[in-house]
């Protein structure tokens, strides 16, 4: 297990491989998906996720939130009025039953399901209670608590009867925003956030069973530095979440308006946003979690760092998960779905969204088939980003390939990476050094056909 979590800080290194790049949720990602991937194309992949007979993981994009936050990218609805979901729910409970329909989803286990945003607990109780009742009626929940059933909470939206509610409802995992607890930051980033109501709803939790909690942070918002950074962490260690996830803040304001309201000059410097990160890596290790890759930590004992340690980690567009054998259905506008080998993308806007949906159609504006060669290489991405090590023989008898042959410009691309440290080679076994880790995405991108160098910095974050 030492070996999980060790990292190792070479600035050097990262200072030359801190480039833009993917963060592979998917491979191909999302900017090879393309309209010639239709509702037709997706009913196809439905019917062969069918003769697969996988089991299935859902989606639901709630998008609307009651305040903005400044630094947010996500697709959202800013209002006070949960009655103006009401709409747009109707539309979710039509796609809901349109797409268990074409998944012959009562024959289907769900294993894992995810309310995501925006902010899923703006809606009211009751039609927390319908939008669930609903997905019951049209799919078949693993009703054992033994499934992964999760949802984001805004603590400064949820209270002791919230929780209570979401436990009736069969959600037994949950993902509490925080970014940072410091209040200048938190001004800032449009965010008062106390420190009392999130622990308040983190007692709630544990006393009514959930079984795993996780917080977000974000480095490199306004007004940040390594000490007040340092402040919030130690509280979240206090709080001792099952799981953190630490997001690297991409200042983009060409595409995201809000963060048109951050002011560039209060935003840290590169050089400070790498000591933020190293101190708060090398202390979340400290304090027991395990660095399981790019910005996420868990405890020795959560499903995470187990899958991992037993080599069946996976990661897809929810990030990483221990869910590799299920098909993702995901509703609501702008969600992205996987079946059967094929991604596709619901319409961006709620506009679009609704006249598909009310005209009898599914909304997917776009998506890609995936051919022979992108199976082989996601699957290579997905052992290194997981699991930081590569067996080349073990993919030659799996995929019935030459391995050394088959990505001979790879293999020789890689030899730089070798020499300056971020990896290990020994004939067709790669192995990620502690130096590397925090670098996994630069390794994964020798593998990436797609990529265009040029294009980089206009499609991608940096990876620190």
Request: glycine share 6%.
């Amino acid at each position: 297990m030492k070996t999980r979590t060790q990292i190792q800080w070479d600035h050097d290194l990262i200072q030359r491989y801190n480039i833009s790049g993917p963060r592979y949720t998917s491979y191909p990602t999302a900017v090879q998906f393309t309209d010639q991937f239709g509702e037709t194309e997706y009913r196809a992949a439905a019917q062969r996720s069918i003769d697969a007979n996988s089991p299935l993981s859902l989606y639901f994009h709630i998008p609307f939130c009651d305040t903005i936050c400044f630094y947010c990218g996500c697709n959202k609805i800013a209002t006070k009025d949960t009655a103006k979901a009401e709409p747009y729910l109707e539309r979710v409970y039509k796609e809901i039953a349109m797409q268990a329909t074409l998944a012959d989803a009562g024959k289907r286990q769900v294993k894992q399901l995810h309310w995501g945003g925006g902010t899923p607990t703006f809606l009211s109780h009751d039609q927390m209670r319908e939008l669930m009742a609903k997905t019951r009626q049209a799919f078949n929940l693993q009703d054992n608590d033994e499934g992964d059933f999760s949802i984001e909470i805004d603590p400064r939206e949820a209270t002791g009867d919230t929780m209570e509610l979401l436990r009736e409802l069969g959600f037994n995992r949950v993902s509490l925003g925080v970014q940072d607890f410091n209040p200048a930051v938190q001004k800032a980033v449009n965010r008062i956030q106390s420190e009392e109501m999130t622990q308040e709803i983190l007692d709630h939790s544990r006393r009514l069973g959930f079984r795993s909690l996780n917080i977000d942070l974000i480095y490199g918002l306004p007004l940040q530095t390594v000490d007040t950074f340092s402040e919030t962490l130690e509280t979240i260690i206090r709080m001792s979440p099952d799981r953190i996830s630490v997001f690297n803040y991409a200042h983009l304001p060409e595409r995201f308006k809000p963060q048109r309201r951050i002011k560039d000059e209060e935003i840290p410097a590169p050089d400070v946003k790498l000591k933020i990160l190293e101190h708060t890596i090398n202390r979340l290790i400290e304090a027991g979690y395990v660095y399981i890759g790019m910005d996420h930590f868990a405890k020795a004992d959560d499903s995470l760092s187990i899958a991992q340690r037993e080599g069946k980690l996976h990661r897809n567009f929810q990030g990483y998960t221990t869910h590799s054998d299920c098909d993702l259905i995901a509703m609501g506008v702008s969600s992205i779905s996987q079946l059967a080998n094929t991604y596709s993308q619901n319409a961006y806007t709620i506009n679009e969204y609704e006249s598909a949906i009310d005209g009898g159609q599914l909304a997917v504006i776009k998506g890609l088939e995936l051919t022979d060669d992108d199976i082989l290489r996601r699957s290579v991405i997905n052992q290194i980003i997981c699991h930081f090590e590569l067996d080349g023989d073990h993919f030659s008898r799996d995929f019935n390939i030459d391995f050394d042959n088959y990505f001979k410009e790879e293999l020789k691309f890689l030899q730089q990476h070798h020499a300056d440290g971020l990896i290990e080679l020994s004939g067709n076994k790669l192995k990620v050094t502690p130096a590397g880790r925090l670098l996994v995405r630069a390794v994964c991108m020798a593998f990436d056909k797609y990529l265009d160098k040029k294009a980089l910095t206009q499609s991608y974050s940096r990876i620190i």
